[in-house]
């Protein structure tokens, strides 16, 4: 079961007010525009302020038998005015929260697909969306408030004051006393509420992510009859949601309880000590009306303020997730200096290279090796060992603790990522294929090419022949991750889209563990062909792939503890003789590897 959402220390220890302040930041490339959206929030208050003085004095001119016309003149100018500013204010502070909405949305969205995997696999993909999208909204909230009502609020609050106590200090203290005492009360259930509203955002989290997961795993579920267990571990874990959300929503609503007596407390206060203040002569009908005024007004003001502040705190830990998330991204980026990495032919050299994962043993240690531009080498050893972090540091998904990495006498930390990546292909296991054509999928190898060099990748990948047999040839939608074609073809169509990139650099990530044997040995063709003149890097079990490299690097706990040709590695005693004789590496039964099989057979045993 997943359990609440773990946030970096570094957001999560955001107050309020920093959430505040780091989300109107946001706001940086619209900024004039903000500002005088909120000066004109402050000349509405002050309007706002302005009508219930007039309404008294209208009310004392009726009284006293004068002619009232002109002050109803002003009033109805001024409230017609502060309607129609209202409404452009709030038209055009709606238009720039959803532009920056959709902008930031965009940034962060683009920033997560460019975070390391380990990153989206920690944290799940249901965590990440749910981050992006929760988190984007809530700003929109924030920006759209603050813009439009909370200034315009605060400020008429503010004006409000002094303005009470020029007519009369026992009436404005008690205006005050109504005031301090919203303030407490929500300073009060935010204190009560804060773990829990903590513990509430990290089951919608676990929510989101359960729910992709097994969306994503759709066919696992089905064929092994998971269909009502996993609705009930859904059920479950709704019902912690619920258990960790219930006292949360009955605190604010016994917050709504208590503002709306002191609000109706308020009026019959002001009520009362303005009918004994005008026995007293001290204080006249209208007045007293303008204070009821007043008294509403505040109310309203309050209201708004107490709602925003509500909402702040119960959006509090998305935002913090969101910020977590932002912090992750200018992690990963290009120094002021960096370059485009320019035309390369593949030599590879790393030096002294270090990376630990957190404060754990798992990492890799003091790596070095250099290639020359065209070998092939692998990378073998058990699970854990330390081939995908090796990868992943010469695709820059990870920065070496210590060391450096170098193409061509060009340092990785010293190149742009976009240059570094463009030179690099990849085919994974998981062939990793979008709910798109085939030519769109082969295509993002390089989305420039023509049809004509679609079909070359496809034809060379040896992938042509079944995908002319597709209802719609190449433009034949393949299903999310690929699901209308067999894993051959999927694996297929991603050799075809590394073909067409004609990258310098190659990564074969178990590119070939999925397939059958006479599958396999369409593929090897292809991919023995799409190494030549290239370097690249194989992390493999199949032995046909292997026996070819020039150069094996055996890892074990992080640290090359081999490396060499294969038959120099599996004539010796050390762990990838043992790995051979253990069956660490399949052997494939088809006539074109029957010479890596009679190469491993003619191998001494250990």
Known sequence: MNTPTHIPPAAGDLTLLQIYQRSLALLS????????????????AGVQLAEPILFGRVIDALTKGDDPSWLIGVWAALGLFGILAG???????????????????????????????NYHAERGSGSVIR???????????????????????????VLMIPTALTMNVHMAQILLSLAAAYTLMNVIVMQKTSAGQAAVEGYEAALSGRVVDVIGNVSVVQSYGRIHAESRALRELMQKLLTAQFPVLTWWGVLAVLQRAAATLTMVVILIAGSILKQRGELTVGEIV????????????????????????????????????????????????????????????????????????????????????????????????????????????????????????????????????????????????????????????RPDATDADVELAARRAEAHDFITLKPDGYHFVIGERGASLSGGERQRIAIARAILKNAPV?????????????????????????????????????????????????????????????????????????????????????????????????????
Request: proline share 3%.
């Open 29 to 44: 490339s619209e900024k004039y525009l903000a500002i005088t959206l909120a000066a004109a929030g402050v000349f509405i």
């Open 87 to 117: 409404v452009v204010v709030a038209v055009y502070a709606d238009r720039l929260a959803h532009r920056q909405k959709l902008r930031h949305m965009a940034q962060v969205f683009e920033g997560a697909i460019a975070l390391p995997q």
């Open 131 to 157: 981050t992006i999208l929760s988190g984007s909204s809530s700003l929109f909230w924030l920006w759209l408030g603050a813009m439009r009502d909370q200034l315009t609020a605060l400020v008429g609050i």
């Open 290 to 445: 303008s204070f009821v005024a007043f008294a509403t007004l505040l109310i309203g003001k309050l209201d708004q303020l107490s709602g925003f502040a509500v909402r702040i705190h119960q959006q509090a830990p998305t935002l913090r997730s969101l910020f977590a998330l932002t912090d992750e991204l200018a992690t990963v980026v290009d120094h002021a200096n960096a370059r485009p990495l320019p035309a390369i032919v593949g030599n590879v050299h790393f030096s002294n290279v270090s990376y630990r994962y957190g404060s754990g043993p798992q990492g890799v240690f003091d790596i070095s090796f250099e290639t020359k531009p065209g070998e092939t080498i692998a990378l073998v050893g058990p699970t854990g060992s330390g081939k995908s972090t090796t990868i992943a540091l010469l695709q820059r998904f990870r920065s070496p603790d210590r060391g450096t990495i170098q193409i061509d006498g060009h340092d990785l930390a010293d190149v742009t990522l976009l240059s570094l990546r463009a030179s690099i292909a990849v085919v994974f296991q998981d062939a990793g294929l979008f709910n798109r054509s085939i030519a769109e999928n082969i295509r993002i190898g």
């Open 506 to 606: 190659l990564i074969l990530d178990e590119a070939t563990s999925a397939l059958d044997a006479e599958t396999e040995a369409k593929i090897k063709r292809a991919l023995d062909k799409l190494r030549q003149g290239r370097t690249t890097f194989i992390i493999a079990h199949r032995l046909s792939t292997v026996a070819n490299a020039d150069q094996i690097l055996v890892l074990d706990q992080g640290r090359i503890v081999e490396r060499g040709t294969f038959e120099t590695l599996a004539e010796g005693d050390g762990l990838f003789a043992r790995l051979v004789a253990e069956g660490g590496f399949t052997v494939p039964k088809t006539t074109e590897q029957a010479d890596a099989k009679a190469q491993l057979d003619m191998m001494p045993s250990s």
